[in-house]
């Protein structure tokens, strides 16, 4: 079984800073996924990839989020993080987390992030 869950979403002003965290567990072992990621949708609009990173530590991020999200993980804490920085009103979105095996993909529920003045 694995079980992803986010937390740390909220209301804040254009140009605040929120930090979304991902708990993950699994019944084999802890972090073994090939790919965890942040993904988003905001009314009326796709899906889409936020940020991500491998097993090997490469990092991906989307062109608009470049330079003020940072993804990361505590292996210690079985979690991943999002530190987003410099929000602003595009920003406001569902967040998902995202984490796929070899053969398997993972969702979140989802977490509300919403940057209003």
């Known amino acids: 079984q694995v079980q992803l869950v986010e937390s740390g979403g909220g209301l804040v002003h254009p140009g605040g800073s929120l930090r979304l965290s991902c708990a993950a567990s699994?019944?084999?072992?802890?972090?073994?996924?090939?790919?965890m990621g942040w993904y988003r949708q905001a009314p009326g609009k796709q899906r889409e990839l936020v940020a991500q990173?491998?097993?090997?530590?490469?990092?991906n991020y989307a062109d608009s989020v470049k330079g003020r999200f940072t993804i990361s993980r505590d292996n210690a804490k079985n979690t991943l993080y999002l530190q987003m920085n410099s929000l602003k009103p595009e920003d406001t979105a569902v967040y998902y987390c995202n984490a796929a095996l070899l053969l398997e993909t993972f969702w979140g529920q989802g977490t509300q992030v919403t940057i209003s003045s």
């Open positions: 699994v019944s084999g072992s802890i972090f073994s996924f090939r790919t």
């Open positions: 990173v491998t097993r090997g530590g490469s990092t």
